[in-house]
């Protein structure tokens, strides 16, 4: 299974457990992070751990960690004043390069992205996108948000009666507000991201680079980093306005990805899973 949809399955555990008990409040703002949230992010984000750690995909040891902790570690220093609870990052196996931010600080890169990223920055400008996600509660602010579209269907449902609800296709008003949320969400985080990068001394034209290189490969299935594809075009327009933008944060960073330091890992590199 991937791990993605191992993510899924947790988090629909996880958030149906928070929805029943009605502790979410009520609302489309990102959930404040005090009080008892804290507690269901870092439950959110342990039923995640498991699902992984069940399913033989949790890396505990392989030489991959030896690219991923110096930037990790970094990025870490930087945004941890921002969020709660620490950060800590895990490689996962899975085909698909990808990476993506639980609740409650853990961020999880498929093995694979090492291989697929040309330089350290974009690696680190993708682990600042799932740290900025963390810090801005994105996903408890998903469910938040998923509930209120669930009610919405019901009570579109109720009025137009089962059938007719059926015919109209009720489930795509659900996916519809899905969509732009998520273009939203992407491009703050994007945003956000790149200024986390500066503050960790990585280049955040990295991010950029990394949107250019997945356009421009053959992999058959898109990154959860790109799901809104095409529209990605639109958030690398906003990064590179964002970085020129600010030259006083972004000016000593060059565009050029020639000035990036190569990542280099051996190919097939073993890996000893969490047991």
């Not at 949790?58 to 930087?78: F, N, T």
């Not at 933008?245 to 972004?250: D, G, I």
């Amino acid at each position: 299974m991937k791990a993605l949809d191992l993510v899924r399955k947790a988090l629909l555990y996880a958030s149906a457990a928070v929805l029943c008990i009605g502790r979410m409040g009520s609302g489309g703002a990102p959930v404040p992070a005090h009080g008892s949230n804290q507690n269901e992010e870092v439950e959110m984000g342990q039923e995640i751990f498991n699902a992984l750690k069940a399913n033989g995909e949790i890396v505990e040891s392989s030489p991959l960690y030896d690219q991923l902790r110096p930037i990790a570690d970094a990025i870490s220093r930087a945004a941890q004043p921002q969020y709660e609870h620490p950060f800590e990052f895990y490689l996962i196996h899975e085909d698909l390069p990808d990476a993506f931010a639980a609740p409650g600080g853990n961020v999880y890169v498929v093995d694979s992205f090492l291989y697929f990223v040309r330089n350290s920055d974009e690696l680190a400008g993708t682990l600042c996108h799932e740290v900025s996600h963390t810090i801005h509660h994105d996903t408890v602010a998903k469910i938040r948000k998923q509930k209120k579209i669930t009610e919405r269907e019901a009570r579109a449902a109720e009025l137009l009666g089962a059938d007719r609800a059926k015919r109209l296709g009720i489930p795509l008003i659900g996916k519809l507000h899905s969509l732009g949320y998520s273009r939203c969400v992407e491009s703050r985080a994007d945003l956000a991201g790149s200024d986390i990068c500066a503050a960790a001394g990585y280049n955040p034209w990295g991010l950029v680079w990394l949107f250019q290189d997945f356009e421009n490969s053959d992999l058959e299935e898109l990154p959860q980093l790109l799901s809104d594809h095409p529209a990605f075009q639109h958030r690398v327009n906003s990064l590179e306005w964002h970085i020129r933008a600010h030259p006083w944060v972004f000016g000593k960073f060059s565009s050029d990805p020639k000035s990036a330091r190569p990542i280099s890992v051996s190919k097939e590199a073993p890996e000893v899973f969490l047991p």
